[in-house]
Each structure stands twice: as C-alpha cells, then as structure tokens.
C-alpha cells in the first residue's frame, strides 16, 4: 500500500471526535443544518416526489429519514434519494479548492447509516469531518476531465469513507472501503448540466448510495484493487493525481472549515455576475432597475463562466446554469432564491426577452485570475445612454466573504419553514447545533419523520 495511503487510512482511523477543533465542529453543524435545508427543499420538487412513489415501499424496513418527505425507508434508498434532492435547487454547500460539492455526497450516508445503527452526534460529526476531508483532499489532488461533471466522482469515496468511521473500521477494512468505492464512481457528463438534462441531479445521490453499498459489498467479502485512488483519480477519470495533495497538512488544515455556503439558487459560476449585479441595484436610490429600461447587458467573466450563455434554458436546471437567465431574472424579481429559477420563471417570457439583451464573453485576464478569484465584470447600458458598471472577484459566502451565521439561519429557515414550520425547523437546527450531546441520532430526525 503506497504511503500516502497508509497515512490517510492511520489519520481517519486514529482521529475521534475530541481531536476536532471548536471551528471544524461548528463549521460541521453548519454543514449538517444547510445540507438537512436544501434535501428538505429540493424533495418537493416533483421529479423527487416521482422517484419516491416509484421506489419506496410501504413495507421497506424503517432504518432512514426521508427529509422533507416526512418517511422512513431503508438505508440505501435513503442515500440515493437525500443526495438527489440536495442537488436540485443548486443551493447545497461546496468547496472551491476541490472544485466540487463534497457535502451533500456524504450527509445522506452518513444520517442514514447513523439512523440505521443509531449511534450518537459525536459519531456523526467526526465522521462527516472525516469522509468531507478525504473526498475533497481527492477533488485537490486530481482535475477531473473537463468533459465530466465531479458530482459522482470521489464524494463517493468521501461517503465511503465517513460510512467505514461509523462503523468503526479498523486500518485493513477502511482500505478496503476505499479501494472498493474508488470503483464506483460514475462517468458523469458535463453536458447534462449545460442542456438541463435533470439526471445530472441523481449524481450526488448515487454517491450517497453506493458509499453504503461499499459497505455491503467489504462485509460480504468483495475486494478492490491495491490503489484505487490513484489508478481512477490518477488515469480513468482525471489524468492528474498529485499524492502529496492527499496528505498536506493533514490534521491541521480541515477542508470542511474551507468550504463556501450558497444563496444564489443557481451554479456558483453565475454568482460573481449576481454579486456584481447586486453592488449596483443597491447604489441606486429605487434598489432595482426597471427591466423594460435596459437596452443590454455585457458580462465579462473566466473561462468556465463564460460557457454558462445559453440566453434561451429549456428547463429550471439549464437556467441555473445560464448567466444570462440568472441576470433577467435577478433583474426582473429583484431576488435569485428558489423563485426565480422556477419552471414558471425559466418560461416567463418577460425574463427570457431580457436574456436575449445579456451578452457573456470570456476575458483571458480574468480567466488568469483562477483559482483562486472567479471574477466577473458587468456592463449594463439603459436605453437612456447611461452605462452601469460593477465587478467581483470574491463570490459571497466563498471563505474570503464568508456567510454570517445569521445569514445562514435565514437560509435554513427559508427553506425548511414552508415545509416542517417554523416551531419544528427550530426543534431540528437546536439539535443539530447542539448535536455532541445527542446519544443516538433519531432524537434529531424523529422531529423530521417520526419513528414507529
């Protein structure tokens, strides 16, 4: 077993709940309450709703939640189905230095398999740290072909991982989890996000469901290769996999404290536009400016954002991943929550007019500014000759700007009110912050679906 790996799987099993700092224990709650958020939202969507009469039993065993569904199901349904609704609105948490979404692939496995063997919130929390760290650290270290989406891709490790913590797995079985769910990574396409085909959204959730099933397939006696990680992450699905990335500052550097919190309901390359559009309806003396008086908007952007053109999006998706629907419809309703990336918005045909007047080029001195900026310069010129200019170089809720708790509670009450009230969305987001002192997680998720 190469080095790195033996340090990776020495540190996972080594490491508790007390090893943990105060701000990666926080930061892990505030994980937990956006994930529990967005999968509570994003299950009712209809497609979700669909999936869920078509696969869940009334006889199913009662092991795990579905959020924002008010059921229990069995365990690997459970993964499969969070991780799905977590993706939808585009609102779950992500990581810019591994270029993904690491936490909904791993919050689904984790309360499913927590829920299934009842263990406490300091076992889920470590574990979240845990799978969160080695699924980012894998995001780092290679570069996923650019032809392929990453959700899919090695959250599936991550969700492995944070499963064989829960289990207790010593050293030769967490190997085995890894080189086992290393294999079971999709062959995402990138397409699928662009042309808002919606099977882009169950990525996230096959994750979920097979970090589970890696599980079964160790217990049962199924083996991988010796070195998984690199052969997939190093020659399948990238061809890039720096091993030293796997180990920098392990232990002291934790990815989950590096993570950035969304608000824009839409792909985060949309989000530097919108911050910029929202510097300058907030300089003007009325707050937003009247759709009909604008006679073009220029976006200038990087590389990756400036693929985000598309003026006319067939469907809620592919206008999440438009920058000229994100800025009509910013513009036309004064917002980007989850409204303004509606079916009814996305066919709205005074927002679709005003995305045929939205311009999105590429600026190579922007696009030189990545990784570590993902700017965006903004133009908007009035049908009275004024011109109206902004620029951002950090996104809102990135670690450099980052979202204020107080921020993020209106996230979550935004999004779980509507559905649980307000009276039980307080219950769940006490116990989640308050979760070392919970012994076995279904005090927290009975107050979302009740046990029998």
């Not at 700092?21 to 299950?43: C, N, P, T, Y």
């Not at 585009?90 to 791993?106: K, S, T, V």
């Amino acid at each position: 077993m190469p080095d790195y790996l033996d340090t990776i799987i020495s540190y996972i099993c080594q490491n508790t709940f007390d090893d943990l700092s105060q701000d990666v224990i926080l930061r892990a709650k505030e994980v937990l309450s956006d994930s529990l958020g967005v999968i509570a939202a994003g299950s009712q969507e209809e497609e979700v709703k669909g999936l869920i009469g078509r696969i869940v039993r009334p006889g199913d065993p009662q092991m795990a939640t579905l959020i924002g569904a008010g059921l229990r199901t069995e365990s690997l349904k459970a993964g499969l189905i969070n991780g799905t609704a977590g993706t939808f609105l585009e609102l779950d948490e992500g990581n810019q230095f591994a270029r993904g979404h690491p936490g909904i692939h791993i919050v689904p496995a984790v309360l499913a398999v927590a829920e299934e063997k009842r263990l406490s919130g300091k076992e889920v929390l470590n574990a979240l740290v845990l799978g969160y760290e080695v699924g980012a650290r894998i995001g780092i270290a290679c570069k996923i072909r650019m032809s392929m989406h990453p959700h899919g891709t090695w959250g599936t490790v991550g969700a492995a991982v944070a499963v064989g913590k829960l289990l207790g797995y010593n050293e030769r079985a967490m190997k085995e989890i890894i080189n086992v769910s290393s294999s079971l990574s999709l062959s995402t396409s990138r397409k699928t996000m662009l042309e808002g085909g919606t099977v882009r959204n169950v990525y996230s959730g096959v994750s979920g469901l097979m970090g589970i099933l890696a599980w079964h397939l160790v217990e049962s006696g199924f083996t991988g290769e010796r070195d998984g990680l690199s052969t997939v992450f190093g020659s399948v699905v990238s061809e890039t996999f720096v091993l030293e990335k796997m180990t920098e500052k392990l232990g002291e550097r934790f990815e989950i404290a590096r993570n950035y919190f969304k608000r824009h309901a839409c792909c985060r390359y949309n989000h530097a536009t919108l911050d910029a559009i929202n510097t300058i309806t907030a300089k003007l003396p009325e707050g937003r400016i009247q759709p009909e008086d604008i006679a073009k908007v220029e976006v200038m952007t990087y590389s990756l954002a400036a693929q985000l053109c598309d003026q006319n999006p067939r469907n809620m998706l592919a206008g999440k991943f438009s920058i000229p629907f994100a800025v009509a419809t910013s513009l036309v309703h004064g917002d980007t929550g989850i409204s303004s990336f509606s079916e009814q918005a996305v066919n709205d045909p005074n927002i679709r007019a005003l995305a045929q007047r939205v311009e999105v080029v590429e600026a190579p001195e922007l696009t030189a500014m990545m990784p570590a900026r993902r700017p965006s310069r903004v133009r908007i010129t009035l049908k009275d000759g004024r011109e109206l200019d902004a620029e951002s170089f950090v996104n809102k809720g990135d670690l450099e700007d980052p979202y204020t708790s107080e921020e993020l509670q209106e996230k979550y009450y935004g999004l779980t009110d509507p559905i649980w009230g307000h009276e039980t969305a307080e219950k769940v987001h006490a116990k989640v912050m308050a979760l070392e002192d919970v012994g076995d997680i279904n005090e927290m998720t009975a107050l979302m679906a009740p046990l029998e």
